[in-house]
């Protein structure tokens, strides 16, 4: 049992600017591997010990990939080379920009300068219903929890009588057709078309629906016209149900009802159609842009405060060419990571700052083997398998850590010549917490 009288930050003194940096994701990352601690005592908060490859997480929720194939321990990733440098793992509570300190469950640091790279949450547009019985995909527990879910709906489908509740069992619905929506969906249409069927020799899998429901007029409407027809041409391949223009209004953990009335059956709702900023507390409203996101400067000050930063998908930097801020992918945060390193050098050398100026480098969705899309720099779009290399490529370059690029791939190349997903344990059960016939279930089979 925790005893919270016993625990402090322990952090020492220092006569150097003390940098406080809340969140380890791409942003914090990038900041700390390019600041030096010969300047700067280095201070990093998160309510987790890992960096994760979040744009992997879909393949830890469909069986395609483990947990730690993702993550990498951040006091691994800085060790004793990372001079003056501090990671603790505990709850940011608030900040309080006057006394220049940030509040966390066991205790108070002052700091000098103070980074937000808190990144997002999901987005339910206040559908309290929604957010109750859907799966969202933003953390390593929330996936397992899908993973555990989708493998426990195949069980209970193989040994139900009732056709109605193994219809509702087989029915899953993906909310949101961004590059989350997509890859989830073409990876559940392989699982359906080579795993399954040989897993679940006695179901008829060709009655397992995959609905992506998008409320716009195209699916991956942050890609290119061109990426998104020909995402759906390949969704639409692989059997996917694409529903555009739809919008849902409630979920009951049975049923799915949209906007108009129609309505789905289904026991897994993902939900993937939006994101908001994980905003920490002490913040004035004024300053909290769309997306529920930090208003910023080009030099990622935080509107109002000379000496608090945000980067990433927490901050929103409006510009000419971004009115609406920069795209949230991993790109926009890495490189306002090393570009706010080198501006906090300048400033303690009592040099002017330089302005954040973003290098877009493309954007890529996959939808299965050897189908994918990539738009380029120079109005380049691709599609079909150079543009699979492509993807598999970025993503093993940008995961963290050697071990975790050789098991990715290695993963990759058999699944390329046998579609054979090995991770497909239910380690815990998910078990909804207001689900006590399930709960007795699950007790009652333990102990039997």
Same mark, same amino acid.
């Given at each position: ?279 920490? !507390?002490?913040?004035?409203?004024? *300053? %909290? #842009? /769309? ?8 030099? &990622?000050?935080?509107? $109002? ?54 290098? !877009?480098?493309?954007?890529?969705? *996959? %939808? #299965? /083997? ?8 120079? &109005?380049?779009?691709? $599609? ?65």
């Amino acid at each position: 049992m925790l005893n919270f009288d016993k625990l402090t930050l322990n952090i020492p003194e220092t006569t150097k600017p003390r940098v406080v940096i809340i969140g380890g994701g791409f942003g914090g990352l990038n900041l700390v591997k390019k600041l030096n601690g010969k300047d700067f005592q280095i201070v990093m908060f998160d309510k987790q010990n890992y960096h994760g490859f979040w744009p992997l997480l879909y393949q830890v929720a469909t069986a395609g990939l483990e947990p730690d194939a993702i993550a990498e321990p951040l006091r691994k990733m800085f060790d004793e080379d990372y001079e003056d440098f501090h990671f603790r793992l505990v709850r940011v509570l608030g900040v309080d920009p006057v006394a220049k300190t940030v509040k966390t469950m066991i205790g108070d640091l002052h700091y000098d300068y103070l980074v937000i790279a808190t990144g997002t949450k999901a987005n339910f547009f206040g559908n309290d219903q929604v957010q109750k019985y859907s799966f969202s995909l933003k953390t390593i527990p929330e996936a397992l929890n899908l993973r555990s879910q989708l493998l426990q709906s195949f069980e209970q489908a193989s040994i139900t009588v009732d056709p109605l509740f193994r219809e509702s069992l087989l029915n899953i619905v993906i909310v949101g057709a961004g590059p989350t929506g997509v890859e989830m969906a073409g990876s559940l249409a392989e699982m359906r078309k080579h795993v399954l069927p040989g897993d679940y020799p006695g179901l008829d899998f060709s009655k397992m629906n995959i609905y992506l429901v998008e409320g716009l007029d195209r699916v991956l409407p942050p890609m290119s016209p061109e990426a998104s027809a020909k995402t759906q041409k390949y969704l639409e391949e692989l059997g996917v149900v694409v529903k555009l223009k739809t919008l849902v209004e409630s979920y009951d953990g049975e049923v799915v009802t949209f906007k108009g009335g129609e309505q789905i059956r289904s026991q897994t709702v993902v939900w993937a159609a939006g994101v908001t900023g994980a905003l920490i !507390d002490g913040f004035p409203k004024e *300053i %909290i #842009g /769309r997306g529920g996101r930090l208003m910023v400067n080009e030099f &990622n000050q935080v509107e $109002g405060f000379a000496d608090i930063f945000a980067i990433g998908d927490i901050a929103l930097m409006r510009t000419e060419k971004y009115p609406n801020g920069h795209p949230g992918v991993a790109q926009p945060a890495i490189q306002q990571g090393q570009h706010l390193a080198k501006n906090l050098r300048r400033l303690i050398r009592r040099e002017p700052m330089t302005k954040f100026d973003y290098f !877009d480098k493309g954007s890529l969705a *996959i %939808i #299965g /083997r050897v189908r994918a899309v990539a738009d380029l720099p120079g &109005n380049i779009h691709l $599609g079909g398998f150079i543009a699979w290399v492509a993807w598999l490529f970025v993503h093993i370059y940008y995961l963290i850590g050697f071990r975790s690029k050789l098991v990715v791939l290695s993963n990759w190349i058999y699944r390329l010549f046998t579609y054979e997903r090995g991770t497909r344990l239910i380690i815990r059960p998910f078990i909804r917490k207001d689900d006590k016939v399930a709960q007795d279930f699950v007790v009652k089979n333990e102990m039997s």
